[in-house]
T-cell receptor, first 118, second 113 residues
Framework: DAGVIQSPRHEVTEMGQEVTLRCKPI?????LFWYRQTMMRGLELLIY????????DSGMPEDRFSAKMPNASFSTLKIQPSEPRDSAVYFC????????????????FGPGTRLTVL | QQQVKQSPQSLIVQKGGISIINCAYE??????FPWYQQFPGKGPALLIA?????SEKKEGRFTISFNKSAKQFSLHIMDSQPGDSATYFC????????????FGSGTRLLVRP
């Protein structure tokens, strides 16, 4: 298994530009997570999908951020317009969560996308 | 109440020594406490985890000690090796949320040869 795949690995853009980060979860996993990691705030959950449906987006910082999961094997995180304070490493993780709650299995993280907004 | 407080922020240990990282929490609704290991340029990876019904869990050189009454848990790395140099995150999960992990701020460990 290739693990969680993220692209691009690095992104440098200018303030005001649209940025799209991509994620392919592990096959068979039904849950997908987007995290943001910064020195100041550590690792924060942005949004959680279960069976392609957004369940918890309370961590999305503002309306400039949006995430989609059109099918079980692909998700995007979009920032429009981007700002310098969005510079961070963005991780996608996937897991298998039992229906109706119960104990979730380990979250597997991708290698991350390092975003720099100038 | 959602926080998990981790210390120290950084740690330097000689090869063969014991590395100890501590975490504390306030929310008694947490029921699962994993530790993640992150190497530079990589995503975090699960290292070891414990549930509050046991006081200790050991996997190889890695041990979690859990003190439910004090709401504290710690990671001990015995016979620390240079290859253990990484950032370590503790985390906690609420029992009413099967997916949401609350992460500590991380400890950067350097093991000197």
């Amino acid at each position: 298994d290739a693990g969680v795949i993220q692209s691009p690995r690095h992104e440098v853009t200018e303030m005001g530009q649209e940025v799209t980060l991509r994620c392919k979860p592990i096959s068979g996993h039904n849950s997908l997570f987007w995290y943001r990691q910064t020195m100041m705030r550590g690792l924060e959950l942005l949004i959680y999908f279960n069976n392609n449906v957004p369940i918890d987006d309370s961590g999305m910082p503002e309306d400039r951020f949006s995430a989609k999961m059109p099918n079980a094997s692909f998700s995007t995180l979009k920032i429009q317009p981007s700002e310098p304070r969005d510079s961070a490493v963005y991780f996608c993780a996937s897991s298998y969560v039992l229906a109706g709650g119960g104990l979730a299995n380990e979250q597997f993280f991708g290698p991350g996308t390092r975003l720099t907004v100038l | 109440q959602q926080q998990v407080k981790q210390s120290p922020q950084s740690l330097i240990v000689q090869k063969g020594g014991i590395s100890i990282i501590n975490c504390a929490y306030e929310n008694t609704a947490f029921d699962y406490f994993p530790w993640y290991q992150q190497f530079p340029g990589k995503g975090p990876a699960l290292l070891i985890a414990i549930r509050p019904d046991v006081s200790e869990k050991k996997e190889g050189r890695f041990t979690i000690s859990f003190n439910k009454s004090a709401k504290q848990f710690s990671l001990h790395i015995m016979d620390s090796q240079p290859g253990d140099s990484a950032t370590y995150f503790c985390a906690a999960r609420r029992m009413d949320s099967s997916y949401k992990l609350i992460f500590g701020s991380g400890t950067r460990l350097l093991v000197r040869p």
